[in-house]
């Protein structure tokens, strides 16, 4: 790589891999934004048909521009020196937006459009620049310029969303986000410059793994905080009780299947693959899969917990069945990657899942959250049943093994 003026930014070999006090500081920002992230899907629970629908996915694009601020600064801190005051500042304001970004959400979509939407484009649009002036003469600088050009290109659509028509909002932000993903994946291509693929950047893989487990866990411990919570706020009736038991049992089970070999050996992944950035980025995807399916599995606790046995309701299968089976499809899909091979047992769990809830639609929550529970005890049993006695696995994934020339003047 090219050297320039901006050498003291990049991490060294020697830096620490290990998210520093800083990250997890940091992090703080985004409990209180998952936590926001939950309400809103909690207040659906009483909404059907086409209301549910864009009641969803209106906080799936919320999520989903949370998420993309939270990644983006993951991968700033994997490919930078955190403890470079520069960017210590960087990671501040981010944190600071996100946390606007956090308070605004629970109106974002109705009179706090417009803060919603500063504090979103202030980390897409400003972020970048700081970073690429702080690089200065050094070819890296490049590439947050790229990002800077594609978020001004989305920006008109995020700002014309939010001081536009309500019943336009959710078009216009659809769009934006949709311009902001795809850049990502494309590498920000611009004319006589090209794109920067993300599968070429040199990480730290060590610190990007840490990440992405953090998050996790960080999401799991919003679903724990729901449960106290509910539970703690009105009677202790014994139907409530077996409810809360169950639901914590199901995020304690949650934590062992994601963990259990695949998540556990994500550091060993990322630095035996030639191109760890490419496995990282495939990696991303999965665990945006894996924090929304643990959201949504969390408002399932909440609504089985208020009401364990009270009239069925079919789109409470959507929180209470459907994030579950969403983390076991992510889960297999981390297995693959991790492994080149996806987990029987996590196959016959979704098989299992999916034969029940047509009668599930018919029985109170409290059955549903423990068909969940028992079916997600059966696939931990046979994980462990499947490795007793047997060596410890070894990461060998099918990404970012390939021997390509991993060189970029950019990265």
Do not use: C, K
């Not at 536009?164 to 986000?177: M, Q, V």
């Not at 963990?259 to 693959?273: M, N, Q, R, V, Y």
């Amino acid at each position: 790589m090219a050297a320039g003026r901006g050498d003291e930014l990049l991490r060294p070999p020697t830096s620490s891999g290990r998210a520093t006090f800083l990250e997890l500081f940091f992090d703080l920002a985004f409990v209180v934004a998952l936590t926001r992230v939950s309400q809103r899907f909690a207040n659906l629970s009483d909404d059907t048909g086409w209301a549910l629908v864009t009641g969803f996915g209106r906080t799936l694009l919320l999520f989903l521009a949370l998420w993309l601020i939270w990644s983006h600064t993951a991968w700033i801190t994997s490919r930078y020196e955190p403890e470079r005051p520069i960017i210590q500042a960087v990671v501040v304001g981010t944190m600071f937006a996100g946390l606007i970004m956090a308070v605004a959400l629970p109106r974002a979509m109705e009179e706090r459009a417009l803060p919603f939407t500063a504090a979103y484009l202030m980390v897409m649009v400003v972020r970048p620049l700081v970073v690429a002036a702080a690089l200065r003469g050094h070819p890296r600088r490049l590439v947050p310029f790229r990002l800077a050009v594609w978020a001004s290109v989305s920006a008109p659509l995020w700002l014309a969303g939010a001081l536009g028509p309500d019943h336009l909002r959710l078009p216009l932000w659809a769009a934006g986000l949709a311009v902001d993903y795809v850049a990502w994946a494309l590498g920000w291509p611009l004319p006589w410059l090209g794109a920067s693929e993300v599968g070429r950047w040199r990480i730290a893989g060590t610190h990007l793994a840490d990440r992405y487990q953090q998050m996790f866990l960080i999401a799991l411990g919003e679903s724990i905080l729901v449960i106290g919570v509910v539970f703690g706020g009105v009677d202790y009736s014994a139907e409530r009780a077996a409810a809360f038991a169950v639901a914590f049992a199901t995020s304690a089970l949650l934590w062992r299947i994601y963990f259990h070999s695949a998540g556990l050996l994500l550091t060993d992944a990322l630095e035996g693959a030639v191109m760890p950035a490419r496995l990282g980025a495939v990696l991303e995807r999965t665990h945006l899969l894996i924090v929304l399916s643990v959201l949504v599995t969390a408002v399932g606790y909440e609504l089985v917990i208020d009401h364990p046995f009270g009239q069925p309701r079919p789109s409470w299968l959507l929180f209470v069945v459907g994030g579950p089976m969403l983390f076991l499809v992510a889960r297999m899909r981390l297995e693959w990657e991790v492994f080149g091979r996806v987990s029987r047992s996590q196959i016959i769990g979704l098989a299992v899942v999916l034969l029940f809830t047509p009668a599930l639609a018919r029985w109170a929550p409290m059955v549903g959250l423990s068909v969940v529970a028992g079916v997600l005890t059966l696939v931990t049993l046979l994980d462990g049943l499947r490795r007793r006695g047997q060596p410890p696995e070894v990461p060998a994934s099918p990404i970012g093994r390939e021997a390509t020339d991993v060189r970029d003047s950019e990265a």
